[in-house]
């Protein structure tokens, strides 16, 4: 479970989050929405214990990340395509990652197959496409087996049939008693997948609930997003 209360976080003087809640429980599909600068990306970070929150709270499982045990086996993260050093093979830069989290090696083939990757473990990450790309990073997130996934815009890359992947695999971590945090752009993928939809702008909650609460009396879901939020939001 993923448990957000008060979240403020600041920089300089602009407020990026101010005040946010919302929880994301398992065995259900929370779809994060909110225009670029909205705040999401924000506190994703704080949630992973990339930044510290300058106010209130933001836990998964009932601890920040920098209490958790072993991170590894609890939440894993997909943020974007970058890190892995592009010299290595897909199965050496997964293999790496399990050594340094005390994860057991036979993980890392047991991933590349559900990403369906393995075919390519032996190919160097220079030569991998983004949406391969996006497929290994979901790997190393998948690594240690974890309750709690956070991914952020995993469809970046893919092509209509590797969105319909992604969108099958996402719905099976939340079928097995995951805990699923899904921040995305395309608003058809969140009206199909998500069970639950937070919606900011400005930092701050603007709506929440299932897909068909948020749509209705709009044409559609992204109808439903712009009347939610401005134009313009912040940084």
């Known amino acids: 479970m993923i448990d957000i209360r008060g979240l403020t976080k600041r920089y300089g003087r602009h407020t990026a ?20 600068g909205a705040g999401k990306s924000t506190t ?31 939440v ?16 050496a830069h997964l293999a790496w990652i399990a050594r340094a989290n005390g994860l057991p090696r036979a993980r890392v083939d047991e991933v590349l197959e559900r990403v369906g990757l393995e075919r390519a473990a032996r190919t160097r990450v220079r030569a991998f496409s983004l949406g391969m790309g996006q497929r290994l990073n979901l790997a190393a997130a998948l690594l240690g087996d974890p309750r709690v996934v956070v991914l952020d815009e995993p469809v970046n890359g893919l ?7 992604m969108r099958s695999l ?3 971590l939340a079928d097995e008693g995951r805990t699923v945090l899904l921040s995305s752009h395309l608003m058809d993928e969140m009206a ?36 939610l939020t401005t134009p313009t939001g912040g940084a």
């Open 17 to 36: 989050v101010d005040g946010l809640g919302f929880t994301a429980e398992p065995g259900r599909v929370t779809g994060f929405l909110g225009p670029n």
């Open 170 to 172: 996402v719905r099976g």
């Open 44 to 74: 994703l970070r704080v949630l992973l214990g990339l930044d510290r929150p300058d106010r209130g709270r933001a836990l998964i499982e009932g601890r920040p990340y920098s209490e958790l045990r072993r991170p590894a086996s609890v």
């Open 76 to 91: 894993g993260a997909q943020l974007d395509v970058g890190g892995a050093h592009r010299a290595r093979t897909a199965r």
């Open 192 to 227: 199909r997948i998500a069970d639950h939809l937070v919606v900011i702008d400005r930092g701050v909650l603007v709506a929440e609930g299932a897909p068909a609460e948020l749509t209705g009396g709009h044409p559609s879901l992204e109808d439903a997003f712009f009347a």
């Open 159 to 165: 092509d209509p049939e590797g969105i319909r992947w």
